[in-house]
């Protein structure tokens, strides 16, 4: 089965109540998919990033009462998880897709990659697009647009990613349901495609 995009019952699944109602939902709607994607982009992930990648749909196998808020397929050179490490995700919450290179907080080396993110502070704030975005938490859906963030401020980011113990980054594109919707699969495919080799350099630094 070819990927198919996303549609609005496919974002409308984070509206449903109760944790076994909504999981049920997103194995059936969204999962699949998100194989789907995971198939399609571990190799050029492996191709241009010099690593072996895997793919990795999120299984929100620790809840017991909230159900979740978003879910992904993550990309990282790990077959037995990546939470540790530099990865990549495409992603949905009800309100955006998302497409991100992340490092959070579990990742043991983000004191180091923090340093070498401020060691390159100028080439990042100019090589960046300006749609794209940062984050600073992987569970909230708030992001900081690149374009609207002075020198100092992506400074700021960096420098929490070595200071604060639970900090994290993640940069990327968002897309916005209305948008998303309207995009034909391959229209989509080749954006994501566009996102991850900007986002390459970033994994090579990490």
Avoid at 48 to 66: C, L, Y
Avoid at 70 to 82: C, E, H, L, M
Avoid at 169 to 184: H, K, N, T
Wanted: hydrophobic share 40%.
């Amino acid at each position: 089965m070819s990927f198919t995009g996303f549609t609005n019952k496919d974002f409308d699944v984070f509206k449903i109540e109760g944790l076994d109602e909504r999981m049920d939902a997103l194995k059936l709607n969204i999962r699949p998919k998100l194989e789907q994607l995971g198939q399609l982009f571990a190799p050029s992930l492996s191709a241009g990033s010099g690593d072996e990648m895997f793919s990795h749909v999120a299984k929100h196998a620790r809840r017991t009462i909230n159900p979740p808020k978003d879910t992904w397929v993550a990309f990282a050179a790990n077959s037995r998880g990546y939470k540790m490490l530099p990865h990549f995700q495409i992603g949905l919450w009800e309100s955006h897709l998302f497409i991100w290179f992340a490092v959070i907080y579990e990742a043991p080396n983000k004191e180091e990659f923090g340093q070498k993110l401020d060691a390159n502070l100028h080439n990042i704030y100019n090589e960046i697009p300006e749609d794209f975005y940062w984050s600073a938490d992987h569970t909230k859906p708030d992001v900081i647009r690149h374009g609207s963030l002075t020198v100092e401020e992506l400074h700021s980011l960096f420098n929490r990613l070595q200071t604060v113990k639970k900090a994290e980054i993640l940069c990327g594109y968002v897309i916005p349901r209305e948008e998303a919707v309207q995009m034909s699969p391959e229209k989509l495919i080749n954006k994501i495609e566009v996102v991850f080799k900007e986002l390459l350099p970033l994994y090579k630094l990490a």
